[in-house]
């Protein structure tokens, strides 16, 4: 199975300041289509993961443009140019092109 | 709007099984597949298994072959998991989630809180 790693595994972050998460596959993400499969979801507190990023760097629908992705092959980057109260909770990223999808261990986002 | 609703929470005796559905609503059902994703308490995300709505073809978590079945009911709009022979460590959250493509899931259910305790 490819391992996702992520660094931090905890970020605290005043209001108004950056974030960034790192995520590194142990396998390329990058698809003979071209694609890159490489997802970020974010579960806040009680609630189910919703998905932010998908295929690195497109912002699902509704996802402010505060968030974004980039990166490739096996190396990923989430940034949050402007950390927002809302913005709490645990930070996955997850890879969708070898079965099965395997997670990241998560990061851990908190408000200073 | 896209939903998807799952079943209510269960407690299960060591070697019992476990059936969660998940009805789907707001868009054709039959168009993408369903992943089943769960979450032990305290702990992160771990990818079941997912089935297409369109033909019943699935693909199992290695480590669950043979003790999950997940299946759909294209007249109701549903999908089922059920892991048999349960353990205390499959005590956890159980998602589901649209996969609308190369494992890509969009939208998620509220989750499904299984116990397993004698």
């Known amino acids: 199975d490819i391992v996702m790693t992520q660094t931090p595994l905890s970020l605290s972050v005043t209001p108004g300041q950056p974030a960034s998460i790192s995520c590194k596959s142990s396998?390329?993400?990058?698809?003979?289509?071209?694609?890159?499969?490489l997802y970020w979801y974010l579960q806040k507190p009680g609630q189910s993961p919703q998905l932010l990023i998908y295929?690195?760097?497109s912002r699902f629908s509704g996802v402010p443009d505060r968030f974004s992705g980039s990166g490739s092959g096996t190396d990923f980057t989430l940034k949050i140019s402007r950390v927002e109260a809302e913005d709490v909770g645990v930070y996955y990223c997850?890879?969708?092109?070898?079965?099965?999808?395997?997670f990241g261990q998560g990061t851990k986002l908190e408000i200073k | 709007q896209v939903q998807l609703v799952q079943s209510g929470a269960e407690v299960k005796k060591p070697g019992a099984s476990v059936k969660v559905s998940c009805k789907a609503s707001?868009?054709?059902?039959?168009?993408?597949?369903i992943s089943w994703v769960r979450q032990a308490p305290g702990q992160g995300l771990e990818w079941m298994g997912w089935?297409?709505?369109?033909?019943?073809?699935?693909n199992y978590a290695q480590k669950l072959q043979g003790r999950v079945t997940m299946t759909t009911d294209t007249s109701t709009s549903t999908a089922y998991m059920e892991l048999r022979s349960l353990r205390s460590d499959d005590t956890a959250v159980y998602y589901c989630?649209?996969?609308?493509?190369?494992?890509?899931?969009?939208?998620w259910g509220k989750g499904t809180t299984v116990t397993v305790s004698s």
């Open positions: 989630a649209r996969e609308i493509y190369s494992n890509n899931m969009d939208v």
């Open positions: 707001g868009y054709t059902f039959t168009s993408y597949g």
């Open positions: 089935i297409s709505a369109y033909n019943g073809n699935t």
């Open positions: 396998q390329s993400l990058l698809h003979s289509d071209g694609k890159t499969y």
């Open positions: 295929e690195v760097s």
């Open positions: 997850m890879q969708g092109i070898h079965l099965p999808p395997t």
